[in-house]
């Protein structure tokens, strides 16, 4: 144990002794009244016994106000101990609350513990320091930002919760705390998680970055994958459990199709294994789910839905002269029906509900049908974007980073003959690059979405990749958001998107919960032709109504799965992030922290003093209680008369 002031030690050096010295020259005298002179030889005893630096007496309440002293002198001094924290003045506390904070191995779940640490880092704060609390996690929230009040910090960290989607990635977090600690010294950044995280390689933090780490145990069984895809026979349901501890286990994993049992399979899971489940269903289930009887730390993933996409159909209007690749790639799509329509005969007259996406192939009508669109090759200039010219040979190059678009698919071997120099406008977001103009891009405008692609399949070898189909398949779930087999399992997170038709009066969408939210009530928002709902953290079956007055047009089904990344709990022992004084290990190992008692040693003397004040005061507060007895004796006596 230390001291922050060590000098207010000698205050019980000078005081203490003052104390004694008053006990020691403390006169007890007596009046009395004497009878005879002879009584006079007492009254020089008394005098005697009252002389100056007589022999000190047992006193209770000298031991107290020396215990007092003590007390006050040892929180003046503000004594601490070193524990693993911070020593800065600026704190800057990511807090990860994503999905594998779930995890039960240590107390109540990692966040809980996560939750205590952060409190314990605040009451480490010195007087006048500052902190600020980062959630991450899903949308990245600042719950507190630059105070000094403690309270404030407790409230915002207690007030964190689990988040289902978005992910860990500490990307948004570490560029503002790189941003909040480059303001000011004495800064430092500490991130509290189980390591689970993804870390940026591009930022790096002006200031000590400290990791604490959360959680004990790396063994958890999960649902992997669950599908339910039609079958000559009827349906085939697909499941797929994974091990992602490091010692092998047994489970029984249960089916249930529409809430009732099928079936039982008792699984063994070697260290980081799977095993997979086929079976036939039939054709009539709506709704299948995958439980994983045994409990293990994290429960969340021991569920899964699938539901039937059997009787959904996505309609695909295609414009052009005719392209085999295009149509054999399209009929290769489950759940995709698409129509050709030439060139001169193109009128449009459905809905957007009925034909949601519109692919137009070398050819810009003079009047855009309604819906979403993919431009290939345009020929000429739309609203959306500008044609300038060609390019010849254009390279290759996907754009870096999470695009969904591109999932599963590398570009890397795809050769292009000629494109059309496009220049789109802000909407649009560059997917695939090249030296001269872009060359497949995608965005939003006037509440469609919009997919072009430069080049004519024709003039490329993108057909005869395998990335041909998946490239397709991405576009036309991007383009016709909430249909398909895919589209049928979203994300905890991710928007909800729909296209409706414009004669529909309302929009009913039932969570996994049972509450019912409307777009009548404005739980769900509808605007050019397309209903959207943003609040799916929750995991479980959705139904979507459509409702035209009183009478119900279309009942769909979608599913949240427990993120398959977030399985993975095997608690991190450091992080590896590039710090400005060149280090690149976060972990706090080191006892830089301190830990102060004044607080309670300033509290125990308030206690003691309260009982110096009473024992003083005792003949009163006798004579106050036996007054008060006397006074509840004579009330009994009236009383009773």
């Given at each position: 144990?230390?001291?922050?002031?060590?000098?207010?030690?000698?205050?019980?050096?000078?005081?203490?002794?003052?104390?004694?010295?008053?006990?020691?020259?403390?006169?007890?005298?007596?009046?009395?009244?004497?009878?005879?002179?002879?009584?006079?030889?007492?009254?020089?005893?008394?005098?005697?016994?009252?002389?100056?630096?007589?022999?000190?007496?047992?006193?209770?309440?000298?031991?107290?106000?020396?215990?007092?002293?003590?007390?006050?002198?040892?929180?003046?001094?503000?004594?601490?101990?070193?524990?693993?924290?911070?020593?800065?003045?600026?704190?800057?506390?990511?807090?990860?609350?994503?999905?594998?904070?779930?995890?039960?191995?240590?107390?109540?779940?990692?966040?809980?513990?996560?939750?205590?640490?952060?409190?314990?880092?605040?009451?480490?704060?010195?007087?006048?320091?500052?902190?600020?609390?980062?959630?991450?996690?899903?949308?990245?929230?600042?719950?507190?930002?630059?105070?000094?009040?403690?309270?404030?910090?407790?409230?915002?960290?207690?007030?964190?919760?689990?988040?289902?989607?978005?992910?860990?990635?500490?990307?948004?977090?570490?560029?503002?705390?790189?941003?909040?600690?480059?303001?000011?010294?004495?800064?430092?950044?500490?991130?509290?998680?189980?390591?689970?995280?993804?870390?940026?390689?591009?930022?790096?933090?002006?200031?000590?970055?400290?990791?604490?780490?959360?959680?004990?145990?790396?063994?958890?069984?999960?649902?992997?994958?669950?599908?339910?895809?039609?079958?000559?026979?009827?349906?085939?349901?697909?499941?797929?459990?994974?091990?992602?501890?490091?010692?092998?286990?047994?489970?029984?994993?249960?089916?249930?199709?529409?809430?009732?049992?099928?079936d039982a399979r008792n699984l063994d899971l070697p260290p980081g294994g799977d095993s997979s489940i086929v079976t036939e269903v039939p054709s009539q289930v709506r709704v299948a789910e995958a439980r994983v009887s045994e409990a293990d730390a994290l429960e969340a993933d021991n569920r899964a839905w699938a539901v039937s996409t059997l009787d959904d159909t996505t309609n695909v209007r295609v414009i052009g002269a005719g392209n085999r690749f295009l149509e054999t790639g399209l009929s290769l799509l489950p759940g995709v029906r698409y129509t050709t329509?030439?060139?001169?005969?193109?009128?449009?007259?459905?809905?957007?509900?009925?034909?949601?996406?519109?692919?137009?192939?070398?050819?810009?009508?003079?009047?855009?049908?309604?819906?979403?669109?993919?431009?290939?090759?345009?020929?000429?200039?739309?609203?959306?974007?500008?044609?300038?010219?060609?390019?010849?040979?254009?390279?290759?190059?996907?754009?870096?980073?999470?695009?969904?678009?591109?999932?599963?698919?590398?570009?890397?071997?795809?050769?292009?003959?000629?494109?059309?120099?496009?220049?789109?406008?802000?909407?649009?977001?560059?997917?695939?690059?090249?030296?001269?103009?872009?060359?497949?891009?995608?965005?939003?405008?006037?509440?469609?979405?919009?997919?072009?692609?430069?080049?004519?399949?024709?003039?490329?070898?993108?057909?005869?990749?395998?990335?041909?189909?998946?490239?397709?398949?991405?576009?036309?779930?991007?383009?016709?958001?909430?249909?398909?087999?895919?589209?049928?399992?979203?994300?905890?997170?991710?928007?909800?998107?729909?296209?409706?038709?414009?004669?529909?009066?309302?929009?009913?969408?039932?969570?996994?919960?049972?509450?019912?939210?409307?777009?009548?009530?404005?739980?769900?928002?509808?605007?050019?032709?397309?209903a959207v709902y943003a609040d799916t953290d929750m995991l479980g079956v959705y139904v979507v109504e459509e409702f035209r007055g009183d009478e119900l047009v279309a009942r769909r089904r979608y599913v949240v799965n427990f993120p398959n990344a977030e399985s993975v709990i095997a608690p991190q022992p450091d992080l590896n992030i590039l710090q400005a004084s060149g280090l690149q290990s976060a972990i706090s190992q080191e006892r830089v922290g301190r830990t102060e008692f004044w607080r309670w040693l300033a509290a125990l003397a308030l206690i003691v003093?309260?009982?110096?004040?009473?024992?003083?005061?005792?003949?009163?507060?006798?004579?106050?209680?036996?007054?008060?007895?006397?006074?509840?004796?004579?009330?009994?006596?009236?009383?009773?008369?």
């Amino acid at each position: 144990m230390s001291f922050l002031a060590p000098l207010a030690m000698l205050a019980a050096a000078v005081i203490g002794p003052i104390i004694v010295a008053m006990y020691l020259l403390k006169l007890r005298r007596e009046d009395r009244t004497v009878s005879s002179t002879f009584l006079w030889r007492r009254m020089v005893r008394d005098v005697e016994a009252n002389a100056p630096w007589q022999k000190l007496r047992r006193n209770l309440l000298l031991l107290l106000q020396l215990l007092l002293l003590l007390l006050l002198v040892l929180a003046l001094a503000r004594p601490f101990v070193r524990t693993t924290g911070i020593a800065g003045r600026n704190l800057i506390m990511i807090i990860d609350r994503s999905a594998s904070m779930q995890a039960a191995d240590v107390g109540q779940n990692r966040l809980e513990a996560a939750k205590a640490q952060a409190i314990n880092l605040v009451d480490q704060l010195p007087d006048g320091g500052r902190a600020t609390v980062i959630a991450m996690g899903g949308q990245m929230e600042v719950l507190a930002a630059a105070t000094s009040d403690r309270r404030e910090l407790r409230d915002a960290i207690s007030g964190i919760e689990l988040r289902n989607g978005g992910g860990s990635d500490l990307s948004q977090a570490l560029t503002l705390a790189s941003a909040l600690s480059a303001r000011e010294e004495q800064s430092e950044a500490a991130i509290i998680s189980d390591g689970n995280v993804m870390i940026p390689d591009d930022v790096k933090v002006p200031a000590t970055v400290r990791y604490f780490p959360i959680g004990r145990s790396d063994a958890n069984v999960a649902i992997g994958a669950i599908a339910l895809q039609p079958s000559a026979g009827g349906q085939t349901l697909f499941v797929q459990t994974t091990n992602h501890g490091s010692a092998s286990t047994s489970v029984r994993v249960d089916l249930y199709l529409d809430g009732v049992l099928f079936d039982a399979r008792n699984l063994d899971l070697p260290p980081g294994g799977d095993s997979s489940i086929v079976t036939e269903v039939p054709s009539q289930v709506r709704v299948a789910e995958a439980r994983v009887s045994e409990a293990d730390a994290l429960e969340a993933d021991n569920r899964a839905w699938a539901v039937s996409t059997l009787d959904d159909t996505t309609n695909v209007r295609v414009i052009g002269a005719g392209n085999r690749f295009l149509e054999t790639g399209l009929s290769l799509l489950p759940g995709v029906r698409y129509t050709t329509v030439p060139t001169s005969t193109a009128i449009f007259t459905e809905t957007v509900a009925e034909v949601p996406v519109t692919i137009l192939d070398g050819v810009v009508p003079t009047t855009l049908p309604a819906g979403n669109l993919f431009f290939i090759a345009p020929p000429r200039s739309t609203n959306f974007f500008s044609v300038t010219g060609e390019i010849e040979f254009p390279s290759v190059r996907p754009v870096s980073g999470d695009e969904p678009l591109l999932r599963h698919i590398s570009l890397s071997e795809v050769n292009v003959l000629r494109a059309a120099r496009i220049a789109p406008g802000a909407w649009a977001r560059v997917i695939v690059d090249s030296e001269g103009a872009p060359l497949l891009l995608a965005g939003e405008r006037e509440g469609r979405r919009i997919v072009v692609l430069a080049f004519d399949l024709h003039e490329s070898d993108l057909p005869l990749h395998v990335a041909f189909p998946l490239l397709l398949s991405n576009i036309v779930n991007y383009l016709a958001p909430g249909s398909g087999v895919e589209a049928s399992q979203i994300a905890p997170g991710q928007s909800l998107a729909i296209q409706v038709d414009e004669t529909i009066t309302e929009v009913r969408l039932t969570q996994p919960d049972g509450n019912i939210m409307r777009s009548t009530d404005g739980a769900i928002q509808i605007q050019n032709n397309q209903a959207v709902y943003a609040d799916t953290d929750m995991l479980g079956v959705y139904v979507v109504e459509e409702f035209r007055g009183d009478e119900l047009v279309a009942r769909r089904r979608y599913v949240v799965n427990f993120p398959n990344a977030e399985s993975v709990i095997a608690p991190q022992p450091d992080l590896n992030i590039l710090q400005a004084s060149g280090l690149q290990s976060a972990i706090s190992q080191e006892r830089v922290g301190r830990t102060e008692f004044w607080r309670w040693l300033a509290a125990l003397a308030l206690i003691v003093l309260i009982v110096e004040w009473l024992f003083y005061q005792r003949n009163g507060l006798a004579y106050l209680r036996e007054r008060w007895r006397s006074r509840t004796r004579d009330k009994g006596a009236l009383r009773a008369r």
